[in-house]
Structures are given as C-alpha cells and as structure tokens.
C-alpha cells in the first residue's frame, strides 16, 4: 500500500489568537486528514479551530541557503526601532 | 425510570463495541486511524461504565460497573449480537460502526429527552460522541465504497455480511427505523454501495444467546480481573 501523504496541522488555541503549527500527520485526503488532526491534536481541548495543508504545498527555505536568507540581517540595527524617544505615559507601543 | 435489564443491555452495547474497537490499536491501516478508532473506543467505555454504574444502582444488589463488566459470563450478557461479530475486515469493522453509530446516535438523541434524568444525562453526552463516529464511519465507508474495485467488493461484502444484525438493533425502538434507514441509506448511496434485502433476522442478544466470539472477546478482557480479583494499577 502506498503510504498516505503528509500533512502539516495548524491549530487556533482560542479565538483571536493566530492559527500555529503543532505538527503533522499521514491521511488519504483533506477531510481525513482534518478529522486526524482532531484527534491526534486537539484531545485536551487544545483548540476551536484547525487547519491542514499539504505538505507537498508548503515551500520552505533552505537550510543550506542560511547564510545569505537570514544572516545579512545580523548587523542592521537601524532596522530595529530602538532609536525613538519613548514619551512617558505611552503604555502600548 | 429505566428498568435494570434496558439499561443493563444498553451499557453492554457500549461496551463490548469497546472492546472490538480497542483490539484495532497498532493494527489499523495507520498510526493516525490506530488513534482514531482507540478515542471511539474510549467514547464507548466511558458511555458503557456510567451505563453500567446506573444499571447496578437500579438492580439495587451491591453490583458495581467492575462487578457487571468482569464477573459476568458470556449467557448474562445483555448486548445485541451485532457489537460482539469479528472484525475480520476493516471494512467489517466500518460497516458495524457505521451502522451501530448511526443507530446509537438516534437513541442517544430519544433518551436525552425521556423522563428517566439520569438516564437523559448520560444519553446528551454521548449523543455529540456517537454523531462524531458516525461521520468517521461514514467517510470510510464512502472511500471504501467508491474506491478501488477491491475495496468496493469488499466494503459490499462487509455491508451484505452484518445487515442481517441491524434487525435484533431496529427492533428496540421502531419509531426509529425510517430515520436510522435515511441516514444509512444516505451513506450507501453515496458510497456506491447496495442495501442489502431484508431476510434473515439473527437475534437473541438481548436474551444472552450470543455467538461464541463472545465468549472469546469477555475472556480476553475479564481474564485480568478474574486472575488477580480488584486489580489496580
């Protein structure tokens, strides 16, 4: 039997907060796959919504790419908003 | 209120369909349906022990759900003979759960609604349960029916086998019968499958004549208890 393909699980732990990645599982099919999430993820009320996507879909960076992807962010502290005077009394920024 | 004997035969549905479902971990298709068929299976025990705890209250003699699912031999058994029947397939064990499901689900629904609270309790919380292995049932059975021709054959043959034991589950409640039928139907048609015809009508269960595969599913799970008695871990 070929092996069922892989899906990756997304699973929204309440409303308004994002939907995250919890790991991933095999399924003949979307709604399949949808119902296993629902039992291998959310058993212990974990969360009220759940996405599942192909993992053949999701295109990812490379490891061996690291070095120019996310290094030359490294020393670009400009790009980090440090420099702003805070006004006191601000307490959400 | 219930009688000892309804809710005594109503608890040993649950729970010897328990006890096939678990006997599938480590050995469905894959790890994933391993998981889902044993959370259908817990389903099933946890709705068997509040049903078998209610039906030693009623009886009033001093038995407890550990007393009624591990000191009871195959003939005091109270379930229809439906739950107890091998699984030589997985299509076998679809086509139970799809019909048992379906059933139980609509029971479930009745009895949440009746007059007996107690047992009006338990039915509401397993009634979203069963509607829960219901919809797994019926997605297998649809990929199985309208899947590869081998599936199909076997999935009609699995369907053709067990349909004769719907009657003795049918014949508790037949205010039942066109809804449960609907559904079933449903789930037939579209998975591509035939109903089969109505002939042979094996009963009994509710009366303790069982198959043997009974006496074969009780000694696996009561030899425990039967060896070391109040076993706790």
């Known amino acids: 039997m070929p092996e069922w393909p892989l899906w990756e699980v997304f699973v929204r732990p309440r409303r308004g907060l994002s939907h995250t990645h919890v790991g991933s599982l095999h399924a003949p099919d979307a709604a399949l796959a949808l119902r296993n999430a629902r039992d291998l993820f959310t058993r212990r009320q974990e969360g009220v919504s759940i996405w599942v996507v192909p993992a053949a879909a999701i295109t990812a960076s490379s490891p061996d790419e690291k070095d120019s992807f996310f290094d030359p962010a490294a020393d670009k502290v400009y790009r980090h908003p440090t420099f702003y005077e805070v006004p006191d009394g601000v307490q959400h920024l | ?233």
């Open chain 2, 1 to 233: 209120m219930s009688g000892f004997g309804f809710v005594l035969g109503l608890g040993d549905d649950a729970l010897v369909a328990a006890q096939r479902l678990a006997q599938w971990c480590a050995r469905a298709p894959e790890l994933e349906e391993d998981v889902a068929l044993a959370n259908i299976a817990l389903d099933q025990l946890g709705a068997a022990r509040l049903l078998l705890g209610y039906a030693g209250e009623l009886e009033g003699e001093g038995r407890d759900e550990d007393a009624l699912a591990y000191l009871r031999t195959d003939r005091e058994y109270r379930n229809v003979l439906l739950v107890e029947l091998p699984d030589r397939d997985f299509a076998v064990l679809m086509a139970k759960l799809l019909f048992l499901s379906a059933w139980q689900r609509l029971r479930y629904e009745d009895l949440a609604a009746g007059d007996d609270e107690r047992l009006a309790g338990i039915a509401a919380k397993a009634v979203k349960e069963s509607a829960y292995h219901l919809d797994h049932s019926a997605l297998w059975t649809v990929r199985l029916g309208d899947g590869t021709d081998e599936s199909h054959a076997r999935m009609q043959r699995a369907v053709d086998e067990v349909w004769p034991y719907t009657h003795e589950l049918l014949a508790e409640a037949p205010h039942l019968r066109a809804n449960w039928l609907s559904t079933v139907d449903g789930v037939l048609a579209e998975a591509t499958l035939r109903r089969p015809d109505d002939g042979w009508r094996p009963g009994g269960g509710r009366d303790g004549r069982h198959t043997e595969a009974l006496s074969y599913l009780l000694a696996e799970m009561q030899v425990l208890h039967r060896a070391y008695p109040g076993a706790r871990w």
